[in-house]
């Protein structure tokens, strides 16, 4: 970028063009991928055109902070020391030059007019979605590269982790075994209502329509390389104009959108690409003639408009309607496709004769409907494959439309007509045809069924106990509590959608804070209860939900009890004693601290699997994981193969939410490559390598783990029961700002009655403390654990031979990464307790000397040359909008009786507006 259009020609008290122009000019020169710093040194210009446009003194403005949070963070400041001399407001007061372009910034903000300050904000806010746009068109062009270099000549594809698992898979256990634990293979993504998606829908679509721009940036030149950034600027001036918060909280019907938005531009193509990539490597030249190898592993399902654990919004009248949705949605979608594969079937009778049994289909088809078949049939005597596609095509128009004469009543009767078609295809010697685009659709039927995602309900153990004690107070139609009518009206609603749309549209259901068997008995109780005539019961499949430390500890000694249960009995006895159970990261990490909430995970898991093979029960082990660390984050593969022996069998379910199901599939390269990772490392776990490497790490580091876990648990424990200690969270932290946020139809209490910290919830728990820069939730406790150990080398072996434990400082390491010392002690400074102050800081800093010596690296993500950088250059920005939002909370929190009402609703839209920007530049909002 050695043209830099823009920069403030007069200086200021504090800089000139030239200095702006060195900094910038050093921006754009960190160590990073060529292209990637291409991408951003564009955006860069593109921006600060748009700024120039917008209002020139912002443009400087924006300038000037950038110059001076680039000349703070030289020598990652991240590492400022704890006796640095600060000022009552955190501020450091010392002479180095880093301390003083920190100041000059500060002093910069608070200096702006609040309407400016909220402005520049966007500006930031911006071009951190334009920076995260950069780094994923990074990540995909890297992996269309990497598939370039890949001979189909070699035995297997390297770029394809899937295929590389099942090799080794062969090497490890035979053809006979691979192929088993194949057919067995399940990855099930949850998609989750949580609000932890800082941004709005509008500035999504916005953010697409640019991707496909700096997609084709690179491709165009001369006038239509001028058309192509003149498109740009203009979705940027958008960007720029658009409230980066919603006017609203979205109700549970709009965050429905959110999945079929994501299904409808990535999942429904994708998912029988990465089906249809794999055969293409393990049969060869014969992919897409013969029948296929890879089974239908992925199975989406989502609480949203479901998971009314503490969400008032989520009623039966709700869930009846998003079921609707979803399944009116994915039945058009199949209609238009079967109309597609249909038209295509061009195949003449005398070459590609039908089978008998798709003369069947038909003769059956003409007596459902004269009227329908009529349309198509002078195209049956010559093309007869295509006549009963079109008429399978109307039929699930029919479907959707709720037309009882021709409708499919199950996906498996839609899948019995195709694969008569694909059978009368091959037959035929139409392989092609067969087991090309007829395939493609069978994949997508197995796969999403017609309901698109399966809907997961979840309740509160205690909803349920005082449900029932109502109805025994009352009886069954006396004077009943709200509460409990709504939840008698939940049953009838999931009896409902079973009946209208598929049992696997609804027969899950989760309950929180199991601590009992009792909790599970009571829900098929009132499932019982709730309807007149036992037939009218739905099939419930009652998973428990064990989240917090006692829970977990206590896990194997309810499942013991919950075998007792006739219900669970009867329903073993139904599902060939298939069992799920879920494990909560959340609640777990933010009740014990995040060592012991992994270790005590980690040990409920094994001794989860253990349980199960002594029983029989062929086990799937639910993963309540957020997306960030603190609420047991990171990268899923890496996860997967950390897991215990006998706690995967060939299956993953893991809860996707906010911000993770945007990165993870909206982007559909980089879907293709997620779920390909996951389903990779779900089938390599049964490897007896990797079964051998975690149980012989897990013991070899037994007495290790325990010291950490003690030493970690007693310091976590310790800071939150300090006197006040929530009060005081609640001013450092933007904690109540959160929960004004417009991201998610569900409250930030669960709302049944406490008034402690203990009734928070985890999402706006470790949001706080994420945007407070500080990330308590993802590290507290490390520091001193490993320091009461005091042995380097044998938690550098440990990192080394043990999957579980380095997984843990890996993502210890990247929490680490989006701290910042000097921030963190402003929003420190906004509570009147030096002690607790002192505390979190001094143990923020020991960890993160302790992770960095454990790793070898001298600065965060150091080895990762990718990431570590990307997060180096987004610090200025970052940085710039938490003194923007530090700013703003030290005036609501000290002038709280001063202000009025108008200032103080000024002061929280700037809040709201740096916490999105935060949350877009640091990309882990919960």
């Known amino acids: 970028m050695a043209n830099l259009e823009g920069v403030p020609t007069s200086p200021d008290r504090h800089l000139g063009a030239a200095d702006t122009a060195e900094a910038i000019k050093a921006y754009t020169e960190i160590e990073i991928p060529e292209s990637l710093r291409e991408n951003l040194a564009l955006f860069l210009r593109l921006e600060r055109k748009v700024l120039k446009e917008y209002d020139p003194a912002v443009c400087a403005t924006l300038d000037r902070l950038f110059n001076n949070m680039i000349r703070a963070n030289e020598g990652n400041p991240g590492s400022v020391a704890a006796d640095e001399p600060t000022d009552a407001q955190g501020i450091p007061t010392s002479s180095t030059e880093g301390a003083q372009a920190f100041r000059q910034a500060v002093e910069l903000i608070d200096a702006l007019p609040v309407d400016q300050a909220q402005v ?58 691979a192929a088993e ?10 998609f989750t209502a949580h609000p932890t998606e800082a941004r709005r829908k509008a500035v999504e679509g916005k953010i697409r329509r640019i991707a496909a721009l700096l997609d084709e940036h690179s491709h165009v030149g001369g006038s239509a390389l001028v058309e192509n950034e003149r498109h740009m600027l203009q979705e940027i001036d958008a960007l720029l104009r658009t409230s980066p918060t919603e006017m609203k909280k979205p109700t549970p019907l709009e965050e429905a959108d959110t999945i079929i938005d994501i299904f409808d531009n990535t999942l429904f193509d994708l998912v029988p690409q990465v089906y249809r990539r794999f055969d293409d490597w393990v049969l060869g030249e014969d992919a897409g003639r013969v029948p296929p190898v890879c089974p239908a592993f992925f199975h989406p399902g989502s609480w949203i408009g479901s998971d009314r654990d503490g969400n008032p919004n989520v009623t039966a009248k709700v869930s009846r309607r998003v079921a609707a949705k979803y399944f009116e949605h994915m039945v058009s979608k199949l209609a238009e496709a079967c109309h597609r594969v249909g038209r295509n079937l061009t195949l003449e009778s005398r070459h590609t004769r039908p089978s008998e049994a798709l003369m069947n289909v038909w003769s059956h088809q003409v007596e459902m409907s004269e009227t329908l078949t009529a349309r198509v049939a002078a195209d049956l005597r010559f093309e007869p494959h295509r006549a009963v596609m079109l008429v399978m095509a109307m039929r699930l128009e029919g479907t959707a439309a709720r037309n009882a004469d021709i409708r499919y009543t199950s ?6 007509d195709l694969r008569t078609v694909q059978d009368s295809l091959a037959q035929a010697g139409a392989v092609r045809a067969a087991y090309g685009p007829v395939q493609t659709l069978i994949w997508q039927v197995e796969s999403f069924g017609f309901h698109l995602v399966e809907m997961e309900f979840r309740q509160h153990s205690l909803v349920h106990e005082r449900a029932l004690a109502d109805i025994r107070a009352h009886g069954l139609h006396g004077k009943l509590d709200a509460t409990t009518r709504e ?9 409902s959608i079973q009946k209208r749309y598929g049992q696997k549209m609804a027969e899950r259901y989760i309950v929180s804070f199991t601590k009992q068997a009792r909790h599970i008995a ?50 073993l006895a139904q599902t060939n004693r298939r069992m799920e159970v879920m494990l909560g990261y959340s609640d777990s990490s933010k009740d014990a601290g995040p060592v012991t909430a992994t270790l005590a995970l980690d040990s409920a898991q094994e001794r989860i699997a253990r349980w199960a093979e002594q029983n029989d029960i062929d086990l799937v082990l639910m993963h309540g994981r957020g997306g960030a660390v603190g609420r047991g984050g990171g990268p899923a593969n890496r996860a997967v193969l950390a897991q215990p022996q006998g706690s995967v069998n060939g299956r993953f379910k893991v809860t996707e939410q906010g911000e993770v199901i945007f990165a993870r599939y ?14 990779a490392a779900t089938l390599l776990h049964s490897a007896p390598s990797v079964e051998r490497v975690n149980t012989q790490a897990a013991a070899r580091y037994a007495e290790a783990a325990s010291c950490l876990n003690e030493a970690a648990h007693k310091r976590y424990l310790s800071l939150l029961h300090t006197d006040d ?23 930030a209490k669960r709302g049944l009655g406490a008034q402690s910290l203990d009734d928070l919830r985890t999402i706006p728990w470790v949001f706080s403390w994420s945007q407070a820069r500080i990330n308590l939730a993802a590290w507290y406790g490390f520091g001193t654990a490993c320091e009461q150990l005091g042995d380097l080398e044998l938690l550098r072996q440990a990192y080394r031979e043990w999957p579980l434990f380095a997984t843990f400082v890996d993502n210890i390491e990247m929490s680490i990464a989006k701290t910042d010392g000097r921030i963190a002690k402003m929003y ?3 509570g009147d307790r030096d002690d607790l102050a002192a505390t979190v800081f001094d143990e923020m800093q020991l960890t993160r000397s302790w992770a960095l010596a454990i790793v070898g690296d001298e600065w965060p993500l150091e080895h990762r040359r990718v990431l570590g950088c990307a997060i180096r250059v987004r610090n200025p920005y970052v940085d710039a909008l938490s003194l923007a939002q530090v700013r703003a909370l030290r005036v609501i929190r000290s002038q709280q009786d001063e202000l009025s009402d108008e200032a103080k609703a000024e002061y929280l839209a700037l809040i709201l507006a740096t916490v999105t920007g935060v949350s877009a530049g640091l990309q882990n909002t919960g």
Not at 181 to 190: D, K, N, R, T
Not at 411 to 416: A, I, K, R
Request: proline share 5%; hydrophobic share 45%; aromatic share 8%.
């Open 120 to 177: 520049v904000v966007r500006a930031f806010t911006s071009f951190f979605h334009l920076a995260n746009l950069s780094e994923e068109n990074y990540r995909v062009k890297t992996l269309h590269e990497l598939e370039r270099g890949v001979s189909m000549k070699s035995a297997v594809d390297a770029s394809n982790e899937l295929v590389v698992a099942y090799h080794r898979l062969l090497d490890e256990v035979g053809s006979e075994r």
């Open 181 to 190: 634990l194949l057919a067995g293979l399940e990855f099930h993504p949850v």
């Open 411 to 416: 996906p498996d009767e839609l899948l019995d």
């Open 487 to 495: 939840v008698l009206d939940t049953f009838r609603a999931i009896g």
């Open 522 to 571: 009571d829900v098929y109780e009132l499932a019982e209860l709730a309807f007149s005539h036992a037939h009218d019961v739905p099939t419930l499949d009652v998973i428990p939900l064990f989240e917090q430390l006692e829970d977990l500890e206590n896990c194997v000694s309810v499942l013991d009890d919950l075998l007792q249960l006739p219900y669970v009995q009867r329903r």
């Open 666 to 679: 909206g982007n559909r390269a980089l879907a293709l490559r997620h779920v390909e990772s996951v389903a």
């Open 725 to 747: 200690f929530a009060p005081w969270f609640s001013t450092v932290t933007p904690l109540a700002e959160v929960g004004l946020l417009p991201i998610g139809s569900r409250p």
């Open 828 to 830: 420190l400074a906004l």
